[in-house]
């Protein structure tokens, strides 16, 4: 009896599975058009599960080797279960694989069921809690079934009681592990999430690479939408990149601004897209909500609005502007999902079509716009910090080794301690530098961030034409936030540059033995990782280079490197200013407190700000720049210096 | 809203620091008020150059056109716009109080009015109601003090700080709107084509003397009313004492010599 009920179930299964693939499918193009390498990206798609994303599951061992089992365990189970039950094939040892595969997959399922005891807030309930039971059932029905097949059960055993007992159990695991995946069941994740990684809007993350730049809209065509405003204006790639979410949760734990009670989730934004993809409400959203707004209000669907301004629909405005666009959350997405670019692309919408921009935004943009400054000062002043330093002019020299691109920190008191003190080491190691002076406008990153991307291209051209001017080898800059414009999104409007943040450089500049340093007297040093440095262009070593040179050992915080917390300042989050329950710098300050370090270096003038923000009594904050320039030493006598680095410096000269 | 025909004047402003062309941010606040009142019915106008990308500033505020009288920048835009308000019909027009580039002499407003013969309110801060051809608005005075008055249609009203904040200007909306250009007439500008102009001077002000002692004084004196102290309250007076009252003091302060 089971021998002609197997496979009807199966193949009905796998059937309406198919079916409910092409629904699926037909969901995701209602997105914009994307360019994709169809087939290339399909093949590339195992190398990228089994590597890419695995080294990302990897960081929880937990997880990831509870995964290998269920996974490998149900993919093998799943083949040889067609293969020996729905074709009947009966053979020996093709029941022996299935069993193992079976035994695999129900050991991966028992340390699944095992943390769903007891899960952490980051993870979803709901059918989430279910899926074990669906896999352990799976296993074991396909188990047993499977005993005659290998021979140690005669067949027909049990009689029709056994067989219609496992009827109902593959029945169940078939509808959740077939059906599920392409009909909306937590299993949607393997199925999407396949394709998501063979046609990521970002395949140059794959295969160790890096890709952070957010990407241009085009602005010369009056059709084209000015970023998101439904469901639907999100490219087809990007709708199919929100399905392959699993739910975990990871980026929940590691958001700031979730963190600090404001109202954001990333992983509740994504189901949310999710749900405007499909169309309902959010109602059975089984996750933690966004902090301060309950489940079940918020609805949208394809063609509708996602943002309604004045009134509710699938996500409120002020959870877009919530983000600091640190990418924590991309960072530790095991699925690779591309949050911050979702984000931004609603911000485009609500500035670039609404004029939405909340609390100061208008005026920075408009500030941006007027005087190439967001903060609205003169742009004469630009260089009044240096007023006493004699800096050598781009426009004068019109050719240099290291261009250092100042950034709009020369308005602002405390970052001209950082600018100068990085002068006095270039200095200190001769190099043949220059700044643009009054030449040089705000590198756009703020207005980008905050949706703004007209003026950003205004502002990026207007740059890119000014520096096309020159020649310089590298640009150098002690802001992390110009340092990823440059280098990043200079490119897809013309402008490619060799960028190297002030740190980088100035590690090149010890390891070649220009600078002559003493060693750091004081306490104890931590240091703060900033997101636009560390995750998105994945410089972590020579800050840390840097401090060690200086006789710095770094007492490193729990949270650092690429899981470095956000100082809050990024995104144009402290312009928008969205209300929480506490402020993500005070967060990080109890960070930098529980190292016991009386001093934290930072390598961005939007860290300094942030952190210098919290009341005392805190530990000092210093650019990495001021420790350098404390210690420089006079150069020694040349006898005692080595004698390549002599000739270097009178070429220089 | 009220189905009033309601008029916006704008004109091309001046960053306060980099001198770059924009939307005036009192003319902003006009077009803003007037949206509020009027929504997509606002009618703007401009007397300039049609090609002058700063206006697409205004369009920004979700504007679908802003009519343009073509007119060169030395020709006299009062006696264009008169006959413009006059043949649109308007009930209300609003302007800013001050334009930021040009002569920038505030007296447009005053001169329009006189031109036009209409009422005019300066310092509009809002429009609360309008019945039966008469509207109650709120006047600003300064130390945020409102005087409220009751005008009868048509009216024009200068806007200056106290108005509602400008909203942002969007890009979208800036690049779709339509500035559409008008033919008209160019009347020359006589004073300005014989004058010579000279950059103002900023207006002296009263050096105060602070005899406050304590925190709390200088408190008072910061917040209190404006007092002259001096000054008289001239009631039921006849034009012609009204006006010989006014004229004395303006003796004895030294304005008129």
Redesign the interface.
């Known amino acids: 009896m089971l021998n002609t009920l197997l496979p009807i179930l199966l193949f009905a299964a796998l059937a309406l599975a198919v079916i409910g693939a092409g629904k699926r499918f037909l969901m995701w193009r209602r997105g914009r058009p994307a360019q994709v390498d169809w087939i290339g990206g399909l093949l590339a798609m195992p190398r990228r599960y089994l590597v890419d994303l695995h080294h990302v599951v990897e960081r929880d061992k937990y997880m990831s080797r509870t995964h290998v089992a269920t996974a490998g365990g149900f993919v093998l189970a799943a083949l040889l279960a067609i293969v020996v039950h729905g074709f009947g094939l009966h053979n020996r040892i093709l029941g022996f694989a299935l069993l193992a595969a079976c035994v695999l997959m129900f050991g991966g399922a028992l340390f699944v069921a095992k943390r769903r005891r007891n899960p952490p807030a980051r993870l979803s309930k709901g059918p989430w809690n279910r899926l074990p039971k669906s896999l352990l059932m799976f296993a074991a029905s396909f188990f047993i079934a499977t005993l005659p097949v290998a021979g140690i059960l005669p067949q027909g055993f049990g009689g029709w009681l056994l067989a219609a007992v496992l009827a109902v159990g593959v029945a169940w695991g078939v509808s959740e592990l077939f059906l599920g995946m392409t009909w909306g069941g937590p299993m949607k994740h393997a199925f999407a999430g396949a394709l998501h990684l063979a046609w990521h809007r970002r395949a140059e993350r794959f295969g160790g690479g890096r890709s952070t730049g957010l990407k241009a809209l085009d602005l010369d065509d ?1 059709k084209a939408p ?1 970023g998101v405003e439904k469901p639907s204006d999100f490219t087809w790639n990007q709708l199919l990149g929100f399905d392959a979410c699993v739910q975990c949760g990871k980026c929940e734990a590691a958001c700031p601004a979730f963190a600090a009670g404001q109202p954001l989730n990333p992983k509740k934004l994504i189901q949310d897209m999710v749900v405007g993809l499909a169309g309902g409400s959010d109602a059975k959203f089984a996750g933690s909500p966004y902090p301060g707004k309950p489940i079940g209000e918020h609805s949208g669907g394809p063609h509708l609005p996602i943002v309604d301004l004045n009134g509710k629909a699938l996500v409120d405005a002020e959870t877009l502007w919530s983000c600091t666009t640190c990418r924590a959350c991309v960072e530790e997405c095991p699925m690779m999902i591309e949050h911050v670019d979702a984000i931004v692309d609603m911000r485009r919408h609500l ?7 909340p609390n100061k ?2 005026e920075v ?2 500030n941006l ?4 400054n967001p903060g ?4 004469g002043g630009r260089l009044n910090w240096a007023a006493d330093l004699n800096l050598p002019l781009l426009s004068e020299k019109k050719s240099v080794d290291v261009l250092f691109w100042v950034g709009d920190g020369a308005f602002d008191m405390r970052n001209q301690r950082t600018l100068r003190a990085f002068v006095k080491v270039l200095k200190a190691a001769n190099v043949d530098f220059a700044v643009l002076g009054l030449e040089e406008r705000d590198s756009g990153d703020v207005a980008r961030r905050l949706g ?4 950003f291209q205004q502002l990026a051209k207007r740059n890119i034409a000014t520096l096309a001017q020159y020649r310089f080898n590298k640009i150098v800059s002690c802001d992390p936030h110009s340092f990823h414009v440059l280098k990043n999104e200079y490119g897809e409007l013309g402008g490619h540059y060799q960028v190297l943040h002030h740190s980088t450089y100035m590690d090149e500049l010890i390891g070649s033995q220009k600078l002559h340093l003493g060693k750091h007297k004081g306490g104890s040093v931590t240091y703060h990782d900033p997101c636009y440095l560390g995750r998105y262009n994945g410089e972590y070593e020579a800050p840390r280079a840097v401090l060690k040179a200086i006789g710095i050992e770094v007492k490193e915080m729990e949270r650092s490197g690429f899981r470095s917390r956000c100082c809050g300042g990024g995104g144009g989050a402290p312009i928008t200013d969205i209300p929480g329950k506490q402020r993500i710098p005070d967060m990080r300050m109890l960070d930098i407190k529980q190292t016991g370090a009386e001093l934290v270096a930072v390598g961005c003038p939007q860290c300094t700000a942030m952190l210098e923000g919290v009341v005392a009594p805190r530990p000092e904050i210093k650019d990495i720049a001021e420790l350098v320039a404390e210690v420089l030493l006079e150069a020694p006598a040349p006898a005692k210096k080595p004698a390549p680095a002599k000739r270097e410096m009178a070429e220089v000269q | 809203m009220t189905d009033l025909n309601i008029i916006a004047l704008v004109s091309v402003g001046a960053h306060p620091t980099s001198g770059r062309a924009r939307r005036a941010e009192q003319d902003a606040r006009a077009v803003e008020l007037g949206l509020r009142l009027a929504g997509d019915k606002l009618q703007v106008l401009h007397a300039g150059d049609p090609q002058e990308e700063a206006l697409r500033a205004y369009l920004g505020m979700g504007l679908a056109q802003l009519s343009v009288l073509d007119q060169p920048k030395q020709a006299d835009a009062l006696p264009l716009l008169t006959s413009y308000l006059q043949d649109a019909g308007a009930q209300l027009v609003l302007t800013g109080s001050q334009a930021e580039t040009g002569e920038g002499s505030g007296m447009l407003p005053f001169l329009l009015a006189e031109r036009l013969g209409w009422p005019l309110v300066v310092g509009l801060a809002e429009v609360e109601k309008v019945e039966n051809g008469v509207a109650q608005v709120l006047q600003a005075l300064p130390r945020g003090q409102r005087r409220r008055l009751k005008v009868r249609l048509p009216f024009l009203a200068s806007v200056d700080n106290a108005a509602p904040t400008a909203r942002q200007s969007a890009f979208g909306p800036a690049r779709r709107g339509q500035l559409q250009a008008h033919e008209v007439n160019i009347v020359e500008d006589s004073l300005l084509a014989e004058a010579q102009l000279q950059p103002a001077r900023p207006r002296p002000k009263r050096l105060k003397v602070i005899k406050a002692k304590t925190g709390a004084e200088r408190m008072k004196a910061a917040t209190a009313k404006a007092s002259g102290g001096g000054g008289q309250v001239l009631k039921d007076l006849s034009p012609q004492a009204g006006a010989e009252a006014i004229f004395k003091l303006l003796i004895e302060e030294g304005v008129l010599r």
């Open positions: 009056p000015l500035t670039l079509e609404k004029g939405a921009t935004g208008a943009l408009d716009i007027a005087t190439d609205g000062f003169a742009p703004d991307e007209a003026t």
